[in-house]
């Protein structure tokens, strides 16, 4: 792949050490997924465009040299931007001094045998790049934040340690976290979630991995930034593209709406909240021709349902082509329609590499029919600890089949089923995007197998057809924060952890008043007709004056042939309680 021209004086380092000949230390197998997932991010065309020989990887390097080697090439050849990641074991000396573990380094004798953070720390400051990154994912990493800023340096202008922002993964006495069985580490994990959110800053990637950390409980990082600016973009997910140009941190959205073209995608949604689906596709197709990639995709599910199947390719493609992942989706789930296999599994690419769950378990069923195993557990395993339940089911069924029985029964418990695991369970099918996706914004043609009756006491949510809307980041004031649904509403065939979100979150209610209190499940419905369960395992909030909750989609058979597919009575408002 060719490098974007802003990104050709860009070079990364990334090293990662997973297992140990010391049985002093424990293996981190996080460590080596860590620096794959990262440099595949890094140099993907949905991404920053680095080409690849301007990132390096090592993993388990056995001495020093190995890191030397790869680490002072990088920096002597970045002039603009050096990247340097590690995750492994640090560890400290008797005098305090941080180094970081290799595979061969002896825990008691930690000056000869690994890599000094001093010698990395001056490798990195002798680089001629203008700015340069620092990540590090170890133990006692926040004593790198002293090195890289130690005052006595400054003052005896013994070394300019200027353009350099340093992030670490814990404090100065602070052990990191690789929970085990994870894919990723806990600090790397948040980095590369967070990393799909559209053009972050340092600044707002640092702020968001401490959010997402914090929440879950784990250490809180580190950062230091010396004359380096804090809205430089180390990741470029799809929606931006960077620009000719010599500046490294310029950069802008490709097709970004102008003010007139989100008015008129606004008016869409409040036409479609209103059934006028005449005005709201012509809102929609005002604002698509203005490059609003929303208005593109949702005018295709429109045209789309009417069978105009050349049409919402055009959107869909024009759409996914200016980042809008549920439009990659669609157009993948249509291209594999047609049999154009490919292209269809190129696109589902882009939106897994851009965190897209459903597009991971997807290439995850492509792998598995075409006989590339180890492929397809890759895919499962990464949809699954992004808890994409599908993915959780097959995952069990084929680690049962590798005779990894211990984690195929983890997997299968945390898929939602309550009885053991079979030697005869069957695979789940690929998630369906876009075709079906319109039906439900033209009106349900389901037919309800009867009407909904039942003495369980549920809470209905009514949902109304789907619309798109902005992604964004809302504080919460229980501390830390929450990203905001893509869009809202309901469409056939939608995948699951997509409907989960749509229907969790937020609503006016108050889950300690005697009304809606003990009710441990609820029900989806759309157009008049119960689409989905969903178990209730914790309420979350206020948030303002709403709540929201917690839990899983139910796969039981018997509770979904009592409660899924029923006609319920119009109700008036969107969240309601049955019995």
């Known amino acids: 792949m060719t490098p974007t021209p802003t990104r050709r004086g860009w070079r990364a380092a990334l090293i990662g050490v997973s297992r140990y000949v010391d049985p002093g230390f424990t293996d981190i197998p996080a460590a080596r997924n860590n620096v794959d997932d990262l440099a595949r991010l890094l140099t993907a065309s949905t991404s920053s465009a680095l080409a690849g020989h301007q990132c390096s990887v090592v993993t388990d390097p056995e001495d020093s040299a190995q890191v030397g080697r790869v680490v002072s090439a990088a920096a002597r050849e970045a002039h603009d931007v050096l990247f340097v990641y590690f995750a492994g074991h640090g560890l400290v000396d008797r005098r ?32 001629p790049a203008r700015a340069r990154i620092l990540i590090l994912d170890c133990c006692f990493s926040g004593r790198a934040i002293e090195a890289m800023s130690a005052s006595s340096s400054l003052i005896d202008g013994q070394i300019d340690i200027q353009g350099t922002y340093t992030i670490a993964s814990s404090g100065r006495n602070v052990w990191s976290v690789a929970p085990e069985g994870h894919r990723h580490t806990a600090f790397t994990a948040a980095l590369l979630s967070t990393a799909t959110v559209a053009g972050l800053s340092l600044d707002q990637l640092y702020q968001k991995v401490e ?62 909240d209103q059934d006028d689906l005449a005005q709201a596709e012509n809102s929609w197709r005002l604002a698509a021709l203005q490059g609003h990639s929303g208005a593109m995709h949702n005018l295709a599910n429109l045209v789309m349902a009417r ?10 493609r024009k759409a996914a082509e200016g980042g809008n992942v549920d439009a990659m989706c669609a157009l993948a789930s249509l291209l594999d329609k047609i ?15 851009c965190g897209n769950t459903d597009a991971m378990y997807n290439l995850a069923i492509r792998s598995d029919k075409s006989g590339y195993p180890e492929a397809a557990l890759t895919w499962y395993r990464q949809a699954a600890e992004a808890d994409q339940t599908d993915a959780m089911h097959n995952l069990a069924i084929r680690l049962r089949d590798h005779g990894l029985l211990t984690e195929a029964t983890t997997w299968w418990q945390r898929a939602g089923h309550k009885r053991a695991q079979g030697s005869t369970e069957k695979l789940r099918g690929q998630v369906v995007f876009g075709q079906l996706a319109a039906k439900s914004n033209v009106g349900s043609t389901d037919t309800p197998s009867g009407a909904l009756s039942t003495s369980r006491r549920l809470i209905l949510i009514v949902l109304g057809g789907w619309v798109d809307e902005p992604v964004s980041w809302d504080e919460t004031p229980w501390g830390g924060g929450i990203q905001s649904r893509a869009g809202r ?35 989806v419905v759309h157009a008049g007709i119960t689409r989905a369960v969903i178990r209730i395992d914790r309420h979350i909030g206020p948030f303002e004056d709403r709540y929201g909750f917690k839990g899983q989609l139910v796969d039981d ?16 408002n969107p969240i309601t309680t049955w019995n």
């Open 96 to 127: 305090g001094q941080l180094y970081l573990a290799l595979t061969g380094t002896s825990r008691d004798h930690p000056e000869w045998s690994s890599v000094p953070f001093a010698t990395l720390r001056d490798e990195i400051i002798a680089s």
């Open 211 to 272: 959010q997402a950390l914090h929440r879950q409980g784990y250490p809180r990082p580190q950062r230091r930034a010396v004359n380096v600016a804090g809205d430089l973009r180390l990741f470029t997910p799809p929606a931006l593209r960077p620009i000719s140009g010599d500046s490294a941190s310029v950069e802008r959205i490709i097709g970004q709406p102008s003010t007139e073209a989100v008015r008129l995608f606004q008016d869409g949604q409040g036409f479609m």
């Open 307 to 316: 069978g105009q199947a050349r049409e919402a390719h055009d959107w869909y």
């Open 339 to 353: 049999r154009l296999v490919d292209d269809a599994e190129r696109w589902w690419r882009r939106a897994a590499e």
């Open 489 to 523: 509403g309901y469409f056939d065939g939608m995948p699951r952890d997509q409907l989960l979100e749509s229907a969790r979150v937020f609503w006016r209610f108050n889950p300690e008043s005697p009304r809606w209190r003990d009710r441990d499940y609820a029900v």
């Open 557 to 572: 058979p018997d509770l979904t042939a009592e409660l899924v597919g029923k006609a319920v009575p119009h109700r008036q």
